[in-house]
């Protein structure tokens, strides 16, 4: 049983439909970088509806997702990262969209059903397997939600829709850029908010590239396209 650790007052955001499709099967026609090497791992299922630790909502037209073992979850720093798992079956990708608290081992990932049976016999329970990050197959500009709630005098903002896994996020601020810290719920939040107007965002990829964008402001619940994306290689 997945114990959820939400944000304050759960405010949990309202995902793109695009985002849902960022990862799914392998498919040879898509764009496919590894960002590590393969590891021996884990895998599991339970009752996955793509929403969890991550903040996403339920992705009922893609479960193909998974739950990191709470050791590499890292405060939520995989969230909306992608893996390849080779199993018996073959190979599959995943988004990470939780944590598993109920998973020490290193190398664990807690699948839904439904991916679980792509890749072994559900009758099995649990598979050894060996996986590794992968990019993620999106279309379109990284994204970003202001949280529900938010103001000029309290922000949190959620980056989605990336190739690549996001290892910071800053804003301007006084003419230098403010670095933000991000929660194990997977926002990045300045307590004393990011002021009233347009927010000049700097996000920096797993690889080091960055992205810059202009928000119109801190509006809460809204999603705005950024300029670009991350590239693959």
Same mark, same amino acid.
């Given at each position: 049983m997945r114990i959820e650790k939400l944000a304050p007052a759960r405010w949990l955001a309202t995902i793109l439909l695009p985002l849902l499709t960022a990862c799914g099967p392998t498919d040879p026609g898509a764009a496919l970088r590894a960002l590590g090497e393969f590891q021996d791992g884990l895998i599991t299922f339970y009752d996955a509806t793509g929403a969890g630790n991550?903040?996403?909502?339920?992705?009922?037209?893609?479960?193909?997702?998974? &739950?990191?073992?709470?050791?590499?979850?890292e405060n939520s720093a995989v969230c909306g990262s992608c893996a390849e798992i080779e199993g018996p079956k073959g190979k599959l990708r995943v988004r990470i969209v939780d944590s598993c608290p109920d998973c020490p081992t290193k190398g664990h990932l807690d699948l839904s059903r439904s991916a679980?049976?792509?890749?072994a016999d559900p009758i099995a329970g649990r598979v050894n397997v060996r996986w590794?990050?992968?990019?993620?197959?999106?279309?379109?500009?990284v994204r970003y939600h202001i949280q529900s709630g938010s103001s000029q005098w309290h922000t949190a903002i959620q980056v989605r829709n990336h190739l690549l896994p996001v290892t910071k996020l800053e804003y301007w601020k006084n003419g230098a850029w403010v670095n933000v810290k991000r929660e194990d719920y997977n926002y990045f939040v300045?307590?004393?908010?990011?002021?009233?107007? &347009?927010?000049?965002?700097?996000?920096?990829?797993s690889d080091g590239?960055?992205?810059?964008?202009?928000?119109p402001g801190a509006n809460s619940n809204a999603?705005?396209?950024?300029?670009?994306q991350f590239k693959a290689g």
């Open positions: 991550c903040s996403f909502d339920p992705s009922p037209q893609n479960l193909d997702v998974a &739950a990191m073992n709470i050791g590499q979850y679980f049976e792509k890749l590794r990050l992968v990019t993620c197959d999106v279309q379109g500009p300045e307590p004393a908010g990011m002021g009233s107007g &347009a927010i000049k965002v700097r996000v920096t990829a590239q960055t992205l810059e964008d202009t928000l999603t705005y396209d950024g300029a670009a």
